[in-house]
């Protein structure tokens, strides 16, 4: 039994490739592509595998897509199981332009997905014997898929008493907050969103931390903030920010999934809430250290959270 268990509505097969210039009208030349498997929540478990930990990923796939994902899982080393779909699993294109180091990222909005092909998902968490710690969802909800699909998780988590972290944004988000909900890692535009505001500024993101936590909307909240790290909210602990050291950036792609992944995993470990948030923010600064859509590394997570232990 895993202690912890990441579940990805909408995973996709991300393919990536690199050309020296991308220009209009002509037919590019690309060099082979690299396919890894994408989505939320699997590249939270990736992420988990990679700083050591385990965990198994839930996910829904169709077709040949789906098929290739399941494969690359495999090859990783990432236990999972998977819902079939009728509908094929998307993919998703990253392009490198060699010329310039610019990125062109193609996210496709995903497969329509059946009534019956989700609700098996929230049915097995609900019957599940042996009940994990933790439960991170995360990632866009495809078409078909309720936006109250997150805050039926909650519900179960409730029910059956594990920590649900849910980490999405829109409809999805503001629907899922409410009792049942242990961590979500909004950005300050979703912070604004879960506080009924159209829009959020420096000066009133800690007033609107708590505002958030005293409707119960969450027992911990972690605010991204980019490459200024994050601030953490809870009434346990009051607000807290980690600022992560300067690094040489390679790409962004993944670190707030790894940000994820090295949270759940200090939790798991019993960290107090602060240490849990800069070894988060560890995982996903040394994600951005990384070309393409790598995740974090783990001497690189080690090497930046000593430092931020250092210079607390």
Same mark, same amino acid.
């Given at each position: ?15 990536? &490739? ?19 498997? %994408? ?20 996910? *829904? ?19 999972? #199981? ?5 509908? #094929? ?5 990253? !392009? ?25 998902? *929230?049915?097995?968490?609900?019957? *599940? ?40 944004? %829109? ?19 979703? *912070? ?45 602990? %009051? ?6 050291? &300067? !690094? ?7 670190? %707030? ?32 250290? &990384? ?22």
């Amino acid at each position: 039994m895993h202690k912890i268990l990441t579940i990805t509505i909408n995973p996709a097969l991300d393919k990536s &490739t690199h050309v020296k210039r991308v220009l209009p009208e002509k037919k590019l030349r690309c060099d082979e592509p690299v396919y890894e498997p %994408g989505g939320g929540g699997i590249n939270v478990s990736r992420a988990i595998r990679k700083l050591g930990g385990s965990s198994c990923a839930w996910l *829904l796939s169709g077709g040949p897509a789906g098929e290739k994902l399941c494969d690359l899982l495999k090859e990783e080393g990432v236990e999972y #199981w998977s819902g079939q779909t009728k509908s #094929w699993t998307r993919e998703n294109l990253m !392009v490198m332009e060699d010329s310039t180091g610019d990125q062109f990222r193609f996210g496709m909005p995903g497969p329509y997905i059946e009534e019956s092909e989700w609700q098996q998902v *929230l049915d097995k968490l609900e019957k *599940l014997e042996q009940v994990p710690e933790y439960v991170v969802a995360s990632g866009s909800l495809p078409p078909g898929v309720p936006d109250d699909f997150y805050l039926r998780m909650a519900v179960i988590a409730h029910e059956r008493n594990f920590k649900l972290i849910v980490d999405t944004s %829109g409809e999805a988000l503001v629907k899922a907050a409410g009792e049942g909900l242990y961590l979500i890692k909004p950005n300050l535009g979703e *912070l604004a969103k879960l506080a009924g505001k159209d829009h959020i500024s420096a000066m009133e993101q800690e007033e609107f931390a708590m505002q958030v936590l005293n409707e119960g909307k969450c027992k911990v909240l972690v605010v991204s903030l980019g490459p200024r790290g994050a601030m953490l909210a809870s009434k346990e602990s %009051g607000i807290h920010y980690v600022v992560p050291p &300067t !690094v040489k950036q390679q790409s962004a792609v993944g670190a %707030g999934d790894s940000m994820v992944a090295g949270i759940v995993m200090s939790l798991l470990r019993g960290c107090p809430l602060e240490e849990v948030v800069r070894y988060g923010v560890a995982a996903g600064t040394a994600a951005t250290m &990384t070309p393409g859509s790598e995740l974090c590394r783990k001497e690189d997570t080690e090497e930046i959270y000593q430092w931020l232990m250092e210079h607390k």
